[in-house]
């Protein structure tokens, strides 16, 4: 089973984008791609958050058995944003997507969380750790690990391996809860096989975060490298089926 487990569409009314997507992602041997689509500016605006949705809902409704959407909220506003990830969920929602709102310790993501863990869904968030320093309202390695111990039954998975890949290993190592994906980037040499060393393979998922990534490339970078067969197949498709329940 091979699954995309960070995909963004920014598809358009036509929809031709979607179709090309989805020829490519078939013509690979991708069996599913979990989309999402994030905004991180706007962070005061309910109209964009509910744009980003309706993109990603549109999206999935033309390819239901293909695409598996979640609900991107920013969780700083309040009864609005859980509102709205309620209605993402009422419209086939499996996951919650969290980008550069607000740094996922804040309080207010408190219901968020409580909503996700009564689901049992997975929440993506957002990660980077930046040696030039994160923007303002950016998720960093260490909040990850703070909510995996403080909330040890939420199913979270922290996007990119935290960007700096050795950083993140190390804040969530202790943290058997948390889980992370490796998209996002391409030429990390050495990078899959580290990260399965000191977290296990179990906790690592194959993401490729197109856009702004390839697929072939992000591909690669999992069946090129030196885990074993078992390995390749966890993380390239079974964990994310085990989040998702699709098996």
């Not at 990660?127 to 960093?140: A, F, M, Q, S």
Request: some cysteine; charged content about 30%.
């Amino acid at each position: 089973m091979l699954i995309d487990f960070h995909a963004h569409v920014h598809d358009d009314e036509d929809g031709k984008y979607t179709r090309e997507l989805v020829r490519e992602a078939r013509r690979i041997g991708i069996d599913y791609l979990v989309i999402h689509e994030p905004v991180s500016h706007s962070r005061d605006s309910l109209e964009v958050v509910q744009r980003c949705n309706d993109l990603t809902f549109r999206t999935y409704e033309r390819e239901p058995e293909y695409f598996i959407p979640f609900v991107y909220t920013h969780p700083n506003l309040g009864q609005a944003a859980l509102d709205e990830v309620k209605r993402g969920f009422d419209r086939g929602a499996r996951g919650i997507k969290l980008e550069v709102a607000s740094i996922i310790t804040d309080k207010c993501l408190e219901p968020i969380i409580e909503e996700a863990i009564t689901r049992d869904v997975p929440m993506v968030q957002h990660t980077w750790h930046k040696v030039t320093g994160n923007l303002r309202w950016e998720t960093d390695g260490v909040h990850c690990a703070e909510i995996g111990r403080r909330y040890p039954e939420l199913k979270l998975v922290m996007a990119h391996i935290s960007g700096d890949n050795r950083w993140g290993i190390r804040a969530v190592r202790d943290v058997p809860s948390v889980y992370t994906d490796c998209s996002g980037s391409i030429a990390d040499y050495g990078h899959i096989e580290e990260c399965v060393r000191f977290l296990g393979a179990d906790r690592l998922i194959w993401g490729t975060d197109v856009r702004g990534a390839d697929f072939l490339y992000t591909l690669a970078k999992v069946r090129d490298s030196k885990l074993s067969d078992e390995d390749k197949a966890k993380v390239l498709g079974l964990n994310a089926a085990r989040l998702l329940k699709l098996i």
